[in-house]
């Protein structure tokens, strides 16, 4: 190892122009963030490529130097890692709601009235379950939110949401097989006898019986969707030898950084949410890269200002940004820090988008390119180009000095 | 043939901030290099792609745009090209070095004390061997460096080097089959049989018996790397229609050179080092342009500074190729005049490095973009964009009038 890296991923910070032909990043004043960009090298990224709209998923596996093609088998194990399930070869992994339906299985409300703290005591009356010699695992996330996981022989990936995704009342879907094979016809029905238990096992639950008894919606049902089959892959370690470790406060991210063999660190105050402590991460990452080599922090707030479409809290998430780079940049001597986005948010879409993200790398030799700002229209004019989301690795492998020759 | 065309690689050119934020060549006064840029088209490039680190012969094949996973075959075969061995189809070549080991076959120096023109004679000593049916070929190169072909029925590349490539004194190695391959194991097994046949005649060559006499290392073993197999490929000829030659000082060049089928045009002067005569690489040049449509010109020493971490050599360089830049340019009319570099080689590293390398096109019509200076940052956001290798070579054959439209 020559050098350390620190990579900073803000979700969603990519947008469009918002407010006098400029983008929020442009919009906001960001000392360091612009200091560092015209010290370093800048560049502007497509994650999956032109004109793709990246999952959350996929981008970031591609930003670890994944082929997405190769490696992507699916969200639902992405989850199942980052709420700390130890996933064994050919387990499929569900993402699920806790939901309330009514009598007739109409889905009333798909979060069943945003649980608070409810979910890991619901998700205790679901252990043990057993289909088929199928082995259920169960774990409650955030909110209303949960991961299913499917342990056994003969599985498949290969099927459909029970999620309905739609806030009209429409009855809860029946798990499809989605090709016309033995095991996903078998994971389908799995599927479908656990949904029906859980509604059983729910329905009678005493935590249940109370919300209903204060007017609140019952968590009477768990609806799947995003399955996807865990397969054992190469981590970064192998593939370049040096050790990794991620600061992310949502389970997703926590799950993809698992599954490339980072270890994951808990940071007291890293919620994921835009009141996410900044100083806290900073000073996490900073004792992290004593230990290790490379740090991947996860901010973010900036993707769920920009799904909210809420341009004053996506500027506040980039001046946290600012500060947190203001507290890595003093380890300029020994590590290279790198700030990008895994996709774009425009506020204007709500939604993610295919605009490509800014990109800037600096650290010790790094080129100094003419790029004063960092911003999606600046950092398009730097140095490194337009990058794919899948190359940034080889560039930053090749700075640590981990990288080999092709050819002699 | 519309237009010729004269491409000049300067070897490790390519290199990241060593002063005041600046690369070498935005260090350095170059007058002419800066104003073609200014007259023509700029970029930058990645050889192999963006965070692969190019070696100098499969940075050249694709330079010379031929697809490196299709064409390259190891190093020795360029090498063998190189001192002007006339290989067959299913030769096996091999780099060598003359080295010293003691009577228990430990490696006292990989370079023989680095020999100055013994090896040719000491060369004559190992001809004419042969095992099992296989033909030896030994050459001396320059110094210490030597080739050797293996001809004959079913021999395999895929075997280990005898040289344990570390200052510290080890053992040679056995060559290893890296196959479990029935020609593999065999060509390891003559391999090292050559070896031994090596150590013993020329342990006991007059020429070693003076040295040791005069205190000097005796070359009293070759050791052998970079096992490759010659195959023939289509040539440029044949792929473009157009003629071709190389003005290089090393053998490598000349090598890679050969197998695309340039001829190579020896230079008196030309010697791959920093005291390269660059006045009659550039009176060759315009000689050769009498007679070939595409000149190829390698200029090695940027390179070697580079490896030796030494600014002055590098910048001295630069002024070299500007020098060259400057006589070259005065066929503006009838050619195309490319100045760039295989890879980069940081001063700061000392090695080969993925970071991308500036690209000038100047010539008849070009598009003149707002790139005044040649050197990475400037180049960078030029109208050519960030190019791989392998396509810059279609870019020119086009220039060329040589290119063919697809479709209609």
Do not use: W
Not at 16 to 24: A, F, H, L, N, Y
Not at 56 to 67: E, K, P, R, V
Not at 124 to 148: A, N
């Amino acid at each position: 190892m020559e050098k350390k890296a620190i990579l900073v991923v803000v979700d969603g910070l990519g947008d469009r122009s918002v407010k006098e032909g400029k983008t929020p990043l442009q919009l906001t004043p960001k000392k360091h963030l612009d200091d560092l960009a015209k010290r370093g090298s800048t560049g502007i990224m497509s994650t999956l490529g032109r004109g793709i709209i990246p999952g959350s998923d996929t981008a970031h596996l591609a930003l670890f130097g994944y082929d997405i093609n190769r490696y992507y088998k699916g969200r639902g194990p992405f989850e199942a890692l980052g709420v700390g399930i130890d996933l064994k070869e050919g387990d499929v992994a569900f993402r699920c709601n806790f939901a309330t339906v009514d009598k007739d299985g109409r889905v009333i409300d798909r979060r069943a009235g945003r649980l608070k703290d409810e979910g890991k005591e619901l998700a205790k009356s679901l252990q043990g379950i057993e289909v088929e010699g199928v082995k259920v695992i169960f774990s409650s996330s955030t909110e209303h939110r949960g991961v299913l996981v499917l342990r056994g022989e003969g599985l498949s990936p290969e099927i459909s949401d029970t999620d309905p995704h739609t806030a009209e009342s429409l009855p809860f879907k029946e798990a499809r097989p989605l090709k016309n094979d033995e095991r996903a016809k078998r994971t389908a029905k799995i599927v479908n006898e656990i949904v029906k238990r859980s509604q059983e096992i729910l329905s009678s639950h005493p935590l249940n019986k109370e919300r209903e008894e204060e007017g609140k919606l019952p968590a009477n049902i768990i609806l799947t969707r995003g399955a996807g089959i865990y397969q054992k892959i190469p981590s970064l370690k192998e593939k370049y030898g040096f050790s990794s470790c991620c600061i992310a406060g949502a389970a997703l991210y926590k799950g993809v950084a698992k599954y490339v063999g980072m270890e994951v660190l808990e940071v007291p105050g890293a919620t994921g949410r835009i009141d996410t402590d900044i100083e806290a991460k900073a000073r996490e990452s900073k004792k992290a890269l004593k230990t290790f080599d490379f740090v991947f922090i996860h901010i973010k707030g900036a993707d769920n200002a920009s799904h909210d479409g809420n341009l004053r809290d996506k500027m506040l998430m980039i001046q946290k940004v600012d500060r947190l780079v203001e507290l890595l940049r003093e380890e300029e001597e020994n590590a290279y820090l790198i700030v990008t986005a895994d996709h774009s948010t425009p506020l204007s879409l709500k939604r993610h988008s295919s605009d490509p993200v800014p990109l800037m790398i600096y650290g010790p030799g790094i080129r100094q390119d003419k790029v004063e700002l960092f911003d999606e229209i600046s950092t398009s004019s730097g140095c490194l180009g337009h990058l794919k989301g899948v190359e940034l690795m080889k560039v930053i492998v090749d700075l640590m000095g981990c990288s080999h020759m092709v050819g002699s």
